[in-house]
């Protein structure tokens, strides 16, 4: 069985893409034939260690050594697939392999197991790697390389993550007169952190580590660390204290003796000027913006509350949700005006809690004179324009003009929303909108199910004029599931997947370690109006470990968004990546021309493979009908 598995890993290759760097002079000459995903694979997590019998290589970057002392006798090593703890009885270690070290591992001879859930790689079946072989067993390259935390929540640390560097926004201690760990008796100490929702994580620090006696501090915000399990507990280990950022007010924000304003008061306090927000001051309002659809900024939050509306302007991106109630300190945020838009600016993320869910305000109905007339009093909340028509383009993105019979107003969608190049209903609507300023009153829809039945929430897809899509919607290492597509597996269960590279999010369908004796699956776009004027698709498309050509394009204008085998799918000419190309290397589809259909279309991009050797990977990006 290890055989048949290592014929695969021989062809998996070299896959640490995500950390490479340009080579530098004096770099050991060996190679890894697996990932550390796939050496992990070898063992069953509960189940006795088994010895590693074949040449097996693998390589991963230091994320985890023992300079602070709060890691003892080990390394952990990530590469882009998993990382994993390797139990060597030496000490000092970060000498020769720093943080930022990549190092290759010769497995053979090896044992994988886990303790209590967490896998580790030994030197015997519980023991660690003696000494007298680091030098032949652990083999360093290049330094200095980095590796940056993947950032995610609670919800979403699983097994994959084990022996990975990630990181956590938004945690605090519970219990902030305590030190990391115990100094004096040199014992190890579990500090549970928390969320402002209530979740839990616990962070385990050694009574050896350097700071051990260093006060845990008292705010909130992010920390970094080395995700682990001990059983079902969930931990994280930090390197120091730099991976601890907790800078920002605590759950509730602020110090807990704030002032509650309401949106007008907060508004009545700008003088005409810049004007600083006093101290000890907090709002608190429902999120009536939309950023699922990036229809703002990513740092902007539009909030209302019975009284009035405004924009809050945060340092960084926050992760507030439309419907959401909010309290957000305020305190020391500067009141402006942005193009005539008031806002306060300078808030910290970490100073808004979220207290309640689906508390949409209901939208003032009124005609487009009523808002222009009430522009400044009504600025930042919601309302509801009944017979409303659009004009002045052919989709959201830009300029438009919505007319109701009793005057115009301008409508303006940015060209980084989701539904930008959604066509706009060709017939009046009652639609939603924020009233917002630029230089001048404007209306802003937050999704398209804002204008009466043109998006997805009525029943379905705007059919679109135009798409462009480079898959940065997605979450990588998940399937595809975004707004209008099919993603759909015919044989096996493998579907198209986003996945990420230096930072570059694609879509990829592989075979490569499926089980199942065949693999069929299907990414479909939203439907395409090909009467709107000639069209031509384009896109790249890349390969890895060529065996077989698995990747085919095809049109059809009769398929119901469902049924895909019921539909008339014609194969298109494109230029796609093969076995000529190095491995991950672009190539552009050429220009394919879709004047010979009509109606509404859908393109498809089928991937077929068979687990153990039909196992080319296949990867498709920045796709374009226009």
Known sequence: ???????????????????????????????????????????????????????????????????????????ILQDSTGGIQ????????????????????RCRGLYLGDFNGAPQLNGGPDARIAELLIDSVLIGGERGLE?????????????????????LDGLQFVDTASTYADAVNREDRNLDMENCEGGTLILRSSGFADFAPVNVPNGRGAITGIYSVFGDDQQLRIRDTSDVQFNGPRCGGGTGNEQL??????????????????????????????????????????????????????????????????????SNGLLTRFNGLLQVQGIDPAGAVVIGEDMMPSPRVATVQEV??????????????????????????????????????????????????????????????????????????????????????????????????????????????????????????????????????????????????????????????????????????????????????FIATDFDGENVSAATWTELPCTLAGSSQDNYDWVDSGPVDLSAFSGIGYIAFRYEGAGGSQTTTYRIDNLRIE
Request: hydrophobic letters at 40%; aromatic letters at 8%.
């Open 372 to 553: 222009l007339n009430h522009a400044g009093e009504w600025e930042s909340t919601l309302v509801e324009i009944r017979d409303a028509t659009f004009s002045g383009g052919s989709t959201f993105e830009g300029s438009l003009t919505v007319s109701d019979g009793t005057g115009s107003m301008p409508h303006f969608t940015r060209p980084q929303a989701t539904f930008s190049g959604a066509s706009v209903p060709a017939d009046p609507v009652d639609m939603k909108a924020i009233i917002s300023q630029f230089n001048g009153p404007q209306l802003l829809i937050r999704n398209l199910a804002d204008v009466g039945g043109s998006g997805p929430d009525p029943g379905g897809p705007d059919t679109l004029n135009v798409l462009i899509e480079d898959f940065s919607q997605g979450i990588d290492g998940q399937d595809i599931d975004y707004p209008g597509w099919t993603n759909v597996a015919l044989d096996g269960s493998r579907k198209w997947r986003t996945e990420e590279f230096s930072g570059n999010q694609f879509a990829q369908a592989t075979a490569f370690q499926d089980n199942s004796p065949a693999m069929e699956t299907w990414l479909i776009t939203p439907p395409i109006n090909l009467d709107s004027g000639p069209k031509t698709l384009t896109f790249e498309s890349a390969q890895a470990f060529w065996v077989h050509d698995g990747l085919r394009v």
């Open 261 to 330: 304003l309401t949106l007008q008061e907060l508004r009545a306090l700008y003088t005409g000027s810049d004007t600083p927000v006093p101290d000890e001051r907090k709002i608190r309002g429902v999120v009536i913006s939309d950023r699922s659809t990036d229809h703002t900024d990513g740092a902007n939050l539009y909030v209302q509350d019975p009284s009035a509306g405004i924009v809050l302007r945060f340092t960084g991106s926050h992760s507030l949700d439309l419907g959401q109630e909010v309290e957000v300190v305020v």
């Open 147 to 167: 590796v940056l935390p993947r950032v995610v929540t609670l919800d979403e640390l699983d097994d994959d993550l084990i022996h990975t560097l990630v990181q």
């Open 86 to 105: 390797v139990r060597v009885d030496a000490t000092d270690l970060f000498n020769d392999f720093p943080i930022g070290r990549r190092v290759y591992v």
């Open 1 to 75: 069985m290890l055989g048949l598995l290592l014929l695969s890993l021989g062809l998996w290759g070299c896959v640490d893409r995500d950390f490479d760097e340009p080579p530098i002079e004096d770099l050991p000459n060996i190679e890894a034939n697996a990932t550390i995903a796939e050496l992990k694979a070898l063992h069953a997590i509960g189940q006795p260690a088994v010895e590693v019998q074949e040449d097996i290589i693998i390589q991963g970057i230091v994320v985890g050594s023992d300079e602070s002392g709060n890691l003892f006798k080990e390394l």
